[in-house]
C-alpha cells in the first residue's frame, strides 16, 4: 500500500524547502494568489534536488484575499488564466531540467471546481490543451475528478489531514466551526481511517466514503512541519510507502524540452 503526500509551496511560509524533505509531491503557486518567479524558482530548485514531483498551483488572480474569494468568470477566462499560470511554471521547471507532473487548484478555484462543472471543465481544457499527460489533483468525489477523466486526462483524488468535511464529501468553509482541526491525534487517525478503510467522518457524524490517492498537509501552520513529520512517520510505521503518482507518456512529450 502506498500513498502520496502533497504540500502547497511557494506562498511565502517560509517552510518550502524543509518541507520538501517530507512530501513527495509539491503544488507550487504560480503568482496570482501569492509567490512569483523567484519563489517558483526556488522551489522547483528544491523540488528536483530532493526528488519531489513538481505540480502548478493556479488560482483566480486575487491576492489581496489570498486565492480565497469565489470569483464568477467566463469560461474562457478562467481557461486563460489556467493557461497563463501554467505556462509560467512550465518555463522555470523546463529550463531548471525538470517537467510538471500534476495540476491542483488553489483556494476559491479549487472549491468551486469541486461542485461547478462548468468551471471543472474550463481548467481541464487549459490542461489538456498544454499537456494532456500533466495529471489533475482534485477533491475526491469531486466535479473536477469527474471532468478530468471525462477528458482522458489522469485524476488524482485528494483528501485533507486536517479539514473537516461536510456529509457530501466538500470541505467545511474556512472560518466555520470544525473547518481546521488542530488535534494532532485525531488527525492521524483519521488519516490512517482515509488510507486504510477509504473514507472519513463527516462534522455531522456521517460516514462519507471517498477515494484517498494524496494527501494535503498544510505548511502554514505554526507546527506545521512537526505535523508533517508526524503524519509521515505514522504512515512509515504502519508500511504505508509514501510515493509521489508519476503521470503516463503521451505524444506531446516528444517536442523539444
Known amino acids: 500500500m502506498y500513498i502520496d503526500l502533497n504540500a502547497d509551496l511557494g506562498e511565502g511560509c517560509g517552510s518550502d524547502e524543509a518541507l520538501l524533505d517530507l512530501v513527495s509531491s509539491a503544488n ?6 501569492a509567490g512569483g518567479a523567484a519563489l517558483m524558482r526556488d522551489c522547483v530548485r528544491w523540488a528536483l534536488q530532493k526528488g519531489v514531483a513538481i505540480g502548478a498551483h493556479p488560482s ?17 477566462e478562467v481557461y486563460a488564466g489556467v493557461l497563463y ?3 509560467a511554471l512550465d ?19 479549487y472549491n468551486q471546481a469541486a461542485r461547478d462543472s462548468e468551471l471543472a471543465e474550463a481548467i481541464v481544457a487549459a490542461v489538456h490543451a498544454f499537456d494532456p499527460s500533466i495529471m489533475i489533483f ?35 468553509p474556512r472560518g466555520q466551526p470544525g473547518a481546521l482541526l488542530d488535534d494532532e491525534e485525531e488527525v492521524l487517525a483519521r488519516t490512517l481511517l482515509m488510507v486504510r478503510e477509504q473514507q472519513v467522518r463527516a462534522v455531522d457524524g456521517a460516514v462519507v466514503p471517498l477515494k ?5 498537509l498544510h505548511g502554514d501552520g505554526p507546527h506545521a512541519l512537526a505535523f508533517a513529520r508526524r503524519i509521515r512517520d505514522r504512515l512509515s510505521a504502519e508500511a504505508i510507502a509514501i ?12 517536442r523539444p524540452s
Not at 28 to 33: F, Q, S
Not at 148 to 154: E, I, S
Not at 243 to 254: G, I, N, S, Y
Request: glycine letters at 12%; charged letters at 25%.
Open 212 to 216: 484517498a490517492q494524496t494527501i494535503c
Open 138 to 172: 482534485g477533491l475526491a468525489n469531486s466535479r473536477l475528478v469527474e471532468a478530468a477523466r471525462r477528458a482522458g486526462l489522469t485524476a488524482v483524488e485528494e483528501v485533507f489531514a486536517d479539514r473537516g468535511y461536510r456529509a457530501d464529501g466538500s470541505l467545511v
Open 91 to 109: 518555463a522555470i521547471t523546463r529550463v531548471e531540467g525538470g517537467r510538471i507532473n500534476h495540476l491542483k487548484p488553489h483556494g476559491a478555484l
Open 243 to 254: 510515493k509521489p503518482f508519476e503521470r503516463t507518456l503521451k505524444p506531446l512529450d516528444a
Open 60 to 76: 483566480f488572480n486575487d491576492p489581496e484575499n489570498f486565492g480565497r474569494s469565489e470569483m464568477q468568470l467566463a469560461a474562457g
Open 85 to 87: 499560470q501554467l505556462g
Open 28 to 33: 507550487i503557486a504560480c503568482g496570482w494568489h
